[in-house]
């Protein structure tokens, strides 16, 4: 167990539908990071967070967009869903995302079906 | 980010040592070596990481070539459960946070 807790795990939903996706850090962490993992494009990173300040894109759509709040807690927020959309997605969290020795823990993923 | 080059898959018997190698021969004098693994669909996990050193902890030992061009991640007694993705990853320490993977290299240890 990470200490990352997501929520749903599972979510099957419509196209066009409007979705949220959770993320719990684990205690202390203050960075959480996004991930979309499809079966073409493997672990692609989406957005970041550090202490409720976004901190690094990548390529996230502009139909999704993120938030942390002041409780640290982080949600993934997808619109006007696709079928090209279906995939796991993934939360992470570390400390600090500067310190050298900084490593990132895991979820276990919200798996989304868009149908 | 330096790119890494990887094997896509590897097989390995059960109870022998695995020994994965990653390629980083752009990698630069603040960049360190990151290896992660992901089984099935799960959140990938930490194994180890490290500069110029050899690591080991309780999961795997690093060894990376004195030029730092290469690293080779070995799990000294696979099992079964050891099945998986894994992804060598390079990364400044102290800059670019978020994690760049590759396609990593799906070992199988068969029994």
């Known amino acids: 167990d990470s200490g990352v807790t997501q929520t749903p795990k599972h979510l099957i939903t419509a196209t066009g539908q409007r979705v949220t996706l959770r993320c719990s850090p684990r205690?202390?962490?203050?960075?959480v990071y996004w991930y979309q993992q499809s079966l073409d494009q493997g672990l692609q990173f989406l957005i970041q967070y550090y202490n409720g300040e976004e901190r690094a894109k990548g390529n996230i759509l502009e139909r999704f967009s993120a938030q942390q709040f002041p409780d640290l807690h982080s949600e993934l927020n997808l619109s006007s869903l696709e079928l090209g959309d279906s995939a796991l997605y993934f939360c992470a969290s570390s400390r600090f995302p500067a310190a050298t020795n900084e490593k990132l823990f895991f979820g276990s993923g919200t798996q989304l079906s868009v149908l | 980010d330096a790119k890494t080059t990887q094997p896509p898959s590897m097989d390995c018997a059960e109870g022998r040592a695995a020994n994965l190698p990653c390629n980083h021969s752009t990698i630069s004098g603040n960049e360190y070596v990151y290896w992660y693994r992901q089984i099935h669909s799960q959140g990938p996990q930490y194994i180890i990481h490290?500069?110029?050193n050899n690591e080991t902890n309780e999961m795997a030992s690093l060894i990376i070539t004195e030029d730092r061009k290469s690293s080779t991640l070995i799990l000294p007694h696979a099992t079964l459960r050891d099945t998986a993705v894994y992804y060598c990853?390079?990364?400044?320490?102290?800059?670019?946070?978020?994690?760049?993977f590759g396609k990593g290299t799906k070992l199988t240890v068969n029994p």
């Open positions: 490290g500069l110029k």
């Open positions: 205690s202390g962490d203050l960075s």
């Open positions: 990853i390079v990364r400044v320490g102290g800059g670019s946070e978020k994690l760049v």
